[in-house]
């Protein structure tokens, strides 16, 4: 009888051990999680806020769709650029709208690629003293609206809303200093080698961006506006497959597709 009670007496201990109210230690009490704040970034070219996880973000800046990236936004800066502002630009004449494209090539040092010697010089930056050939261009101040380097990297010095210092004395039929309605890009390049299918990709995307903006533009290189003293972007520059590419008309090409210095 005896052996009963105790078995009983331990099956109630045990139902009631099991049964206890559990007592948690404050130190091990789980904290809820918190989640982090949504950083809400401004989109460069509408002004739309949303957050940044959302966004196309390019050099720090973010975009809230591809089609405002790729376009021209109101203060007349590319979405797609590299932004490197240049200290040479004025304003351009009073109602002045850009209608003419001016093709361009530089290489710095001549016939060299791939350095940031282009960008320093646009940007005044340039160290004379890093080639004996910048000592015969210490001192200008020039600038383009763009740049395309060879692998297709496309950079901005100066809003085309504003006059970038590149075509010098010039004529487009008839109209004097270009600089005051003409867009200019420079593609790197030399005279003597072709450009690359980069670059051509890259130009045809400026275009588009551009064409969003400023409608029927026309196309000349520098030649073509300044003969006596200018001959790019030379006889490599492929005028036929910009036409195609940009589905351009005869009228917007006014100096033809041949190739020419």
């Avoid at 932004?83 to 016939?111: K, M």
């Avoid at 282009?118 to 000592?135: G, V």
């Avoid at 590419?245 to 020419?260: A, F, T």
Wanted: include cysteine; proline fraction near 8%.
């Amino acid at each position: 009888m005896l052996k009963w009670v105790l078995l009983v007496g331990v099956g109630a201990a045990l139902y009631f051990w099991l049964k206890r109210p559990k007592i948690v230690s404050p130190v091990f009490t789980p904290k809820p999680l918190i989640p982090e704040p949504l950083k809400i970034v401004p989109c460069a070219y509408c002004g739309v806020h949303l957050p940044a996880q959302d966004c196309i973000e390019y050099e720090q800046r973010h975009y809230c769709c591809p089609a405002h990236q790729n376009a021209i936004d109101p203060a007349g800066w590319y979405g797609q650029a590299q932004w490197r502002p240049s200290p040479n630009y004025d304003a351009r004449p009073s109602e002045a709208v850009p209608d003419l494209v001016l093709i361009h090539h530089i290489s710095l040092p001549p016939g060299q690629f791939g350095k940031n010697y282009i960008s320093d010089f646009f940007q005044n930056k340039l160290d004379f003293t890093a080639h004996p050939y910048f000592a015969e261009i210490s001192g200008q101040q020039v600038s383009s609206h763009f740049l395309i380097d060879r692998n297709g990297l496309i950079s901005q010095f100066v809003s085309t809303q504003k006059r970038a210092w590149h075509a010098g004395v010039s004529n487009f039929f008839g109209r004097e200093q270009c600089n005051d309605f003409a867009i200019g890009i420079e593609l790197e390049g030399d005279g003597q080698t072709t450009f690359t299918d980069l670059q051509y990709v890259a130009l045809e995307q400026l275009l588009t961006g551009l064409a969003k903006t400023y409608a029927n533009l026309s196309f000349a290189g520098h030649s073509d506006v300044a003969p006596l003293r200018k001959t790019d972007p030379g006889i490599h520059f492929d005028w036929r497959r910009l036409q195609r590419e940009n589905n351009l008309g005869q009228k917007n090409l006014p100096y033809g597709l041949e190739p020419r210095a």
